[in-house]
């Protein structure tokens, strides 16, 4: 599903040039729960951007469902990150003059969906994340875990074939974080793939895969020597 | 999908209700001055009677012994004596002359109203066909009525109103100076912006209230020298009003209509004639040189519409962009602040097209809201206009369907013009780099 080859991403500022990521290999298959951790600064963060296409690789070989992304024009990119891809960020954005409703609409908006479909996804993924009573709140009204609930909705509800969360429960107390990776876990149990940048080891090894970044680098380890 | 951004308008526009308000103000008082403006200069230079302005034409002669202003530019009037000639052809389908005076009117049968001073425009009987002045009750006054000098009048609807109580008035009779006149007719309303058939000086003044035989001036012998164009190159034999008739003296507004280039050409051909005899006859000393001066032309040529207004148009457009320029900055600061927003909207699908369009009917709502509230800021402006210059024609303050659908179009266009470079800005941004601002 997702295969990176030899890729690599620099930043280049004035005649500075900064190697965020050196070339590395990378293949998840569908339905994989892949943890990525590392220090602060590692990469984990610009790593999670180019799989979700919100930024550019610098070289190598990025192949979402077998398309060169590096082809791929903003329409299309925009499109796959509709279709494919579900974001869950560690501070939830939400929008917070919209509804929980609407928030998890956005996405399907875009998917130009009838409404009925639409209605149908939202209710679904808010009941699935046991929110659909209070479609009419507004995020303010929820608690940290709650929101991100939300999120979690908001990136299911379009039935992506992967969701990148980028630290998820890094806002959220033990209980709360606890109940997140339930979700997640619930989540990646029925199909959709699952990329979650976190800090926290315990969390990392729920995972299936750890994938680990330092200086740039990405390694992979199997669970129990990585954590260790 | 446009519904939804929207509704995406109004919740970004509630969210910071003084920035929002700080742009539609912007563009409103920017619209306002422009469209203030840009009204009263439109409705001075439009065409005042589109449908045969260009079969209108004033005549003029060079009848002068000297050079009037140079060499190609004659006076607006002519003499008595070549009207006299003037009338005579058939080749005009329709053919006015125009003279002015001053008199005293008010009613017989009404003691309790004041009499009034009022301006008479006084013509020959084509003057309403040529014209095409609308009647409320009765017509003009037929040909022999103006042969023989009829004391009868064609009341403007205000007039009539003011002295018959707006009732049907043909067949009443009214003073008019120390003679009863019989009304004859009443207009409907009739207000000519410019009034194209007056000397310039009169143009934007109101309507005439009260018309009467041109021939009823001559056989009275009535003349107010303030309201005409004297050009008494040649003083008259005496001061009689006789002797004014018989002289050099150009006073006389003298209009035809043409049909068609044929008719025009025959009739060039018959005033020159008319000037080989006069010139034969001891008149027309210079030269030759008579004009038939399309309407248009003539309007252009008196600076009806004066550079004044023009620069004060751009002036007031030089203002506009100063507000939309302003209200740019404004928006780039709101879209600024809106970065978060973006990024999320594109990592959840949305491609630059889609921000583009988003905030795009975010700007046409502001510029929409901008344009009506500088719809009514114009109104103001032209009420504020109207008010310190009573003395001009009200039309001029007045804004037309065309000039109302133009200043809500101009605020939505000129906001998404100025709102380009913000909203390309706010598109391109680099999602991943916005995420964590929301």
């Known amino acids: 599903m997702l295969k990176m080859k030899s890729l690599s991403k620099a930043f280049l500022t004035d005649a500075i040039k900064t190697q965020a990521l050196h070339p590395f290999d990378l293949t998840i298959e569908q339905g994989e729960f892949v943890s990525v951790i590392g220090p602060s600064g590692s990469g984990k963060t610009t790593f999670l951007n180019i799989a979700g296409l919100l930024e550019e690789h610098s070289d190598g070989l990025y192949e979402l469902d077998g398309k060169d992304v590096a082809q791929f024009t903003d329409k299309k990119k925009s499109a796959y990150r509709n279709e494919k891809i579900g974001f869950v960020f560690q501070s939830f954005n939400l929008i917070p003059e919209l509804n929980l409703y609407d928030n998890v609409d956005m996405p ?41 609930r939300i999120a979690i909705a908001r990136a299911i509800a379009g039935t992506p074939s992967v969701i990148l969360a980028d630290e998820p429960t890094g806002n959220l107390d033990s209980k709360m974080a606890e109940g997140i990776m339930s979700l997640l876990k619930d989540i990646n149990a029925a199909g959709t793939s699952i990329i979650m940048v976190t800090h926290d080891n315990e969390q990392a090894a729920q995972a299936k895969r750890i994938v680990q970044i330092k200086d740039g680098h990405l390694s992979e380890y199997t669970q129990q020597k990585a954590i260790a | 999908m446009y519904f939804y ?24 008082i920017g619209i306002g001055a422009t469209m203030t403006t840009y009204t009263i200069s439109y409705m001075m230079s439009k065409d005042p009677i589109p449908n045969k302005s260009a079969n209108l034409y004033q005549v003029q002669l060079d009848s002068l012994n000297y050079e009037f202003a140079d060499n190609d530019i004659l006076p607006n009037t002519i003499a008595y004596q070549d009207v006299q000639a003037l009338l005579k052809s058939d080749i005009p389908k329709n053919h006015v002359a125009l003279g002015a005076i001053q008199t005293e009117i008010g009613p017989i049968d009404n003691p309790s109203i004041e009499r009034q001073t009022l301006e008479v425009r006084t013509a020959t009987s084509d003057f309403f066909a040529m014209f095409e002045v609308p009647f409320l009750h009765g017509g003009g006054w037929s040909e022999q009525d103006g042969k023989d000098a009829a004391q009868v009048a064609v009341l403007s609807k205000e007039t009539n109103g003011w002295l018959f109580n707006g009732e049907n008035s043909v067949g009443r009779t009214f003073y008019f100076g120390k003679d009863t006149y019989r009304v004859i007719g009443v207009l409907d309303d009739w207000n000519p912006l410019p009034k194209y058939y007056e000397l310039s000086y009169a143009a934007f003044k109101k309507p005439n209230g009260v018309f009467i035989p041109f021939n009823t001036q001559i056989k009275n012998e009535f003349l107010t020298l303030k309201l005409i164009s004297n050009y008494c190159w040649k003083e008259p034999d005496d001061q009689s009003f006789a002797a004014l008739l018989t002289s050099e003296c150009m006073w006389i507004i003298f209009w035809v209509e043409l049909s068609n280039a044929q008719d025009r050409d025959q009739y060039q051909a018959f005033i020159d004639n008319h000037a080989k005899e006069q010139q034969a006859l001891g008149r027309f000393p210079r030269r030759i040189f008579n004009k038939l001066l399309p309407l248009k032309e003539y309007l252009t040529d008196e600076e009806i519409v004066s550079d004044d207004s023009k620069m004060a148009v751009w002036l007031a457009a030089l203002f506009l962009l100063v507000c939309l320029l302003n209200c740019m900055s404004l928006m780039i ?60 024609h009200s039309g001029l303050m007045q804004m037309n369907s065309q000039l109302l659908m133009s200043t809500v179009m101009l605020a939505v266009v000129s906001s998404l013009l100025f709102g380009l470079y913000p909203i390309t800005k706010a598109s391109r941004m680099q999602p991943s780099s916005q995420l964590k601002s929301l």
């Open chain 2, 333 to 392: 600061a709101k879209f600024d602040a809106k970065a978060g927003e973006i990024g999320l909207r594109r990592a959840v699908g949305a491609s630059q097209n889609d921000i583009i369009k988003q905030f795009a009917i975010e700007l046409s709502v502001i510029g929409l809201a901008g344009g009506l509230l500088g719809l009514l800021f114009a109104k103001l402006g032209l009420m504020a206009a109207a008010n310190t210059y009573h003395y001009l």
């Open chain 2, 5 to 28: 951004y929207f509704k995406l308008a109004l919740l970004s526009l509630r969210k910071t209700p003084l920035l929002t308000l700080l742009m539609v103000a912007m563009i409103a």
């Open chain 1, 108 to 148: 399907l908006r875009y998917r130009k969906f009838n409404s009925e479909e639409r209605h149908k996804r939202i209710m679904q993924a808010l009941e699935q994340v046991g929110l659909a009573g209070r479609k009419d709140h507004y995020p303010t009204q929820l608690s940290g875990g709650q929101q991100q």
